[in-house]
């Protein structure tokens, strides 16, 4: 069944006033996540929150939507308000020794340098190499390696299936945040089986700020403890008339990282945009994505750029002008791109098309 792209598309208000090229910044919510969100907060005012609960059996329908995205479970799916609370829930639950090594890609986001770069202080080294020296980087002695699914800055894919084999028979913990691709690209959690797996859906997965998910591996869940304890943290939450008092028992679900109460007005807007997502198909969005991204790069060499990488919904190209100025000049014309370290970065997603492209070209010639 061909999917009508004009139909999907008019389900994004945002996109009638403006040529938006920046999903790599910021997604854009379809009505449907927005209508969520009223429907919820209504619902609150209809039943005065009595029957709060049953917000938690929509949240794990919200999991389940979610595992059959990324082909896993919904007991190893726990919410996040971002993608720095699950990697800072793995570097503070780790029992770090001096000598110990992190090691992650050049140009990373900087979620990936800020925590290690901090474990400094107790001798831990932190690693940032080229693609090309990683299998050289990684020691005896490193202990995780954290990388992006897609460089926010340049676009590049690394080979996350070669890199997850290389890691297990060493024992390396693998950390992958999937913010600059899911909802674009296709992700199956069993052919990589990271430890952790990130993803904030303010991005390609077009839901509010706040929104978010990680896949913890079950054998991960074995061995790292909650960094936030609360009530939600004891097996059985649920019996709120008689709340357990003292250590609690912890499940063997990854909601045991949550701790307390969620965010569900973002969460029921993420839900319904994972739930248009896979009536689209997962694989029919990567390929419109990619055809949209390789009409882009034939645009930006058109224009003369140089493009950098093109193997991902981040297409990004240095011209001989500055990238900041460029990205300035064409927010003016009401189209919206972005500048990352003298790249011009442009980020199509599904809702886009090819006019959305030739405006582009347009406007840089």
Not at 176 to 194: C, E, K, M, N, Y
Request: hydrophobic share 45%; glycine share 8%; charged share 25%.
């Amino acid at each position: 069944m061909e999917v009508n792209w004009a139909e999907v598309r008019a389900e994004f208000p945002a996109l009638a006033g403006w040529t938006y090229l920046n999903t790599a910044t910021f997604g854009q919510l379809p009505k449907r996540a927005t209508d969520a969100v009223a429907a919820h907060f209504a619902h609150r005012d209809r039943m005065a929150c009595a029957d709060y609960l049953e917000w938690f059996d929509d949240a794990d329908r919200i999991r389940e939507s979610i595992g059959r995205l990324i082909h896993c479970e919904a007991g190893d799916i726990a919410f996040i308000p971002n993608a720095s609370m699950a990697l800072s829930m793995l570097f503070g639950g780790l029992d770090w020794k001096p000598g110990d090594r992190v090691v992650t890609l050049q140009d990373e986001f900087p979620n990936h340098y800020y925590y290690a770069a901090h474990l400094r202080h107790r001798g831990v080294e932190f690693v940032e190499t080229p693609f090309a020296g990683f299998y050289g980087a990684v020691t005896p002695r490193t202990r995780v390696v954290a990388i992006s699914t897609v460089n926010y800055s340049t676009g590049f894919r690394a080979p996350l299936e070669e890199i997850a084999a290389f890691l297990k028979e060493r024992g390396v913990l693998l950390y992958v945040d999937g913010t600059q691709s899911v909802g674009a690209l296709r992700f199956d959690i069993s052919s990589i089986r990271p430890d952790m797996f990130a993803v904030d859906g303010y991005k390609w997965l077009l839901a509010p700020n706040g929104a978010g998910f990680c896949y913890v591996s079950s054998e991960l869940r074995q061995r790292l403890d909650p960094s936030v304890i609360g009530w939600r943290s004891h097996k059985d939450w649920r019996c709120t008339e008689r709340l357990h008092h003292g250590a609690p028992e912890f499940s063997n679900r990854a909601e045991k990282y949550e701790g307390g109460m969620l965010a569900f007005a973002p969460l029921y807007a993420l839900g319904a945009s994972v739930e248009m997502m896979l009536a689209i198909g997962p694989e029919r969005i990567e390929r419109r994505v990619m055809d949209l991204a390789a009409k882009t790069a034939e645009a930006l060499r058109e224009a003369g750029g140089e493009v950098l990488h093109c193997e991902s919904p981040i297409v990004t190209a240095r011209f001989e002008q500055d990238a900041s100025r460029l990205a300035a000049a064409l927010a003016d014309k009401r189209i919206l791109v972005a500048a990352r370290h003298g790249n011009l970065r442009v980020s199509p997603h599904f809702y886009n098309s090819e006019e959305d492209i030739g405006v582009l070209q347009r406007a840089l010639r």
